[in-house]
């Protein structure tokens, strides 16, 4: 089953803050195989101004309506399909949805962040949005407010072009988006492993195989834990030899530099 945000795990991470939740300012839960942003996080650190959720398996933006203070939202690395949920923070500058999975179908979507007024930058780099030429000039027609996309400063010029064609993007993206949901309908019926060019077994990009990507991952590291703990597995304590082997006798060839294949330890030598 999916993992949620608990208390604990956010205890686990607050010691930065003497383990007071409520005025924590900035916390990373990376890594955690969360599934779900339940309302947990608002109730227990309604006062968050940064929130770092990269490499999880979160596929919605939901319940961070209580979070009116955040500025930076990381949320880079997950399985989300569509911008929503974050028109209640208000104080939001920093938004980073890098290698998701929003589409051209749900680029729209972007629209929602209309009212995060004080939104400066704003990452997709990964998106299958990206892939469209026309992505960039969309984006920053339709928020005027944005300053930097996908790390490149948006200049005065690049502005003025992308409201000239908005409108004609607007009809291409109307009709990608159709052929996208009969494109949607194929993929689901195409097998999640495949074989390239070269004839190599390789995996769809899709949010199921990130997540049996890491739910395998999980079961690796349990099993390396698990030998790691077996008895077979502990060093066996080295035994001290006692005393030296005899001196060769008369007529017998000493050896040198361990011709002979002799066991050898280090000498041990005992301070009085």
């Known amino acids: 089953m999916g993992g949620e945000i608990t208390q604990e795990m956010i205890r686990r991470r607050s010691e930065h803050n003497e383990c007071v939740l409520y ?12 599934e779900r942003i339940d309302k947990t996080l608002g109730i227990l650190c309604p006062h968050l101004k940064i929130l770092y959720m990269p490499n999880n398996l979160i596929p919605r933006l939901q319940n961070l309506h209580k979070l009116k203070e955040l500025e930076y939202l990381n949320i880079s690395l997950n399985n989300i399909l569509k911008i929503e949920g974050l028109e209640k923070c208000e104080q939001l500058q ?16 972007v629209c929602s962040l209309k009212v995060n ?27 005027s407010h944005l300053k930097r996309l996908d790390a490149w400063e948006i200049k005065p010029r690049e502005r003025i072009i992308a409201l000239q064609e908005i409108h004609h993007l607007e009809e291409d993206l109307q009709a990608m988006g159709s052929f996208a949901s009969s ?21 769809t990009y899709t949010p199921d195989t990130r997540i ?8 690796l590291r349990q099993e390396e834990e698990r030998k790691s703990h ?17 001196l060769p006798e008369h007529g017998q060839r000493v050896y040198q530099r361990n011709e002979g294949g002799y066991d050898s ?5 005992y301070s009085c």
């Open 23 to 34: 005025t924590m300012e900035e916390l990373v839960l990376q890594e955690e195989s969360i």
């Open 94 to 109: 920093k938004l980073d949805m890098t290698l998701n999975f929003v589409d051209i179908q749900n680029l729209p979507s």
């Open 117 to 143: 007024v004080h939104l400066k930058e704003l990452f997709l780099t990964g998106n299958p949005c990206t892939d469209w030429d026309g992505y960039r000039n969309y984006v920053i027609a339709k928020l």
């Open 183 to 203: 494109d949607l309908v194929k993929a689901s019926e195409t097998p999640q492993i495949r074989r390239d060019a070269k004839g190599e077994l390789k995996r």
């Open 212 to 219: 049996a990507e890491h739910r395998e991952l999980k079961e």
């Open 230 to 246: 077996r008895p077979d597995s502990q060093v066996k304590p080295s035994t001290r030899r006692k005393g030296f082997d005899p």
């Open 265 to 269: 330890h280090p000498l041990t030598i």
